[in-house]
């Protein structure tokens, strides 16, 4: 404990920047050694569920990383997207008292209390993709993941690039958000992107409506949406399998998927950017599919190495993430980060090349 306290006296001295946040150091606790006699660390991970190809690439990411060759025993829960089962799960890995809690939360509210019981059993918490939103961020020890309203910022930044360049104006744009569960960070910082955007530039944003992140639901908003509206060319939605709903949904209606709005096509974008959304992106059905990396695993045991070596680790962690399109019409964009600023983001076209070098 003492490590951790010089650790964070350092840190506040170093004055460090935002996009690597001042961080905690040390193991567990001085008198809590991680490990059992053989030297195996056990990882107890909440994951949100199985809602999305996304969430299978992260879920494979973590156990193969947190695997008994790699000299862990993971504890592996599967929330079914519902915070009940996840506050459940941490408290079973502290009653079976884990080296290490990881948190994949549903949504960003509702963590204090057991996160609380997670730091008085000594035991270090590393929240992993979306964020939580605590009253105290002493409760968990580091955050990894996307920057998912700079996610939203690049895609929206893209939409009226493009729309610009094919002679369509902002008021021209009727556009469908089907959003990601409420509360969680994904869809906070997309619908945020997308929100500002409309403001900006004058969109005609006609329903925001969740499609809870699964492809079943994105189809049904999409199918109920279809009904009420006639004009719809845009269709942002917040994860691939949405999209994969949406674009069923669509096509069953009649309507041409694809980027030529000027023309009566309907556009869907994307995030995630999954081999199956980018094989959507190569046949013309997405037109711009934003990345969001699963790849948490490695990450993560960066995390948990430094941590056992009493070395100080970043609170905040940031993943790099690309965009992809149908074709070059926008060559780059210029996003607001969530830590301020903007950034330049080059624009990958989609060919069979790009998708088979990329792991998910
Ligand atoms: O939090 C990441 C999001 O959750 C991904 O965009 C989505 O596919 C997943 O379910």
Redesign the pocket.
């Known amino acids: 404990m003492k490590k951790k306290i010089l650790s964070l006296m350092l840190c506040g001295m170093m004055a460090m920047g935002v996009m690597a946040g001042c961080g905690s150091a040390g193991k567990k606790s001085a008198d809590k050694k991680s490990g059992s006699k053989d030297g195996t660390i056990t990882v107890g991970f909440s994951q949100?569920g199985a809602?999305?190809?996304?969430?299978t690439a992260n879920t494979k990411s973590m156990k193969e990383t947190f695997s008994e060759a790699n000299g862990y025993k993971l504890i592996f829960d599967d929330a079914q997207q519902k915070q009940e089962n996840q506050i459940t799960a941490i408290r079973n890995f502290i009653q079976q008292d884990v080296d290490y809690i990881v948190l994949a939360p549903v949504t960003e509210t509702g963590w204090d209390t057991v996160l609380k019981e997670a730091k008085d059993a000594g035991i270090p918490v590393i929240i992993v993709?979306?964020m939580v939103d605590v009253s105290d961020d002493s409760l968990y020890t580091a955050w990894v993941?996307?920057d998912?309203y700079a996610e939203g910022s690049k895609a929206c930044e893209w939409l009226n690039a493009y729309a610009t360049a094919k002679g369509v104006s902002g008021k021209d744009l009727h556009i469908v958000d089907i959003q990601?569960t409420i509360g969680?960070?994904?869809q906070i910082g997309r619908t945020k992107g997308m929100d500002e955007a409309v403001k900006a530039y004058g969109w005609d944003l006609l329903e925001q409506q969740t499609g809870e992140?699964t492809q079943a639901k994105g189809q049904e908003v999409m199918e109920s949406v279809l009904k009420q509206h006639d004009n719809i060319n845009v269709v942002y939605c917040?994860?691939?399998?949405e999209a994969f709903g949406a674009i069923d949904a669509l096509t069953a209606a009649g309507k041409k998927v694809g980027g030529d709005i000027a023309n009566g096509e309907v556009m869907v974008m994307s995030?995630?950017s999954t081999n199956a959304g980018l094989k959507d992106v190569l046949d013309k059905k997405i037109t711009l599919n934003t990345e969001?990396n699963?790849l948490h695993g490695p990450r993560v045991e960066e995390i948990i190495k430094k941590l056992e070596a009493g070395d100080k680790v970043d609170k905040l962690q940031y993943v790099d993430e690309a965009m992809f399109a149908v074709d070059d019409t926008v060559k780059s964009v210029k996003a607001k980060m969530s830590a301020g600023g903007e950034k330049d983001f080059d624009i990958t076209v989609v060919t069979d090349d790009v998708i088979s070098k990329r792991a998910y």
């Open positions: 949100v809602e999305s190809d996304w969430r993709d979306r993941g996307s998912f990601g969680a960070s994904a992140f917040e994860n691939d399998n995030f995630d969001c699963p």
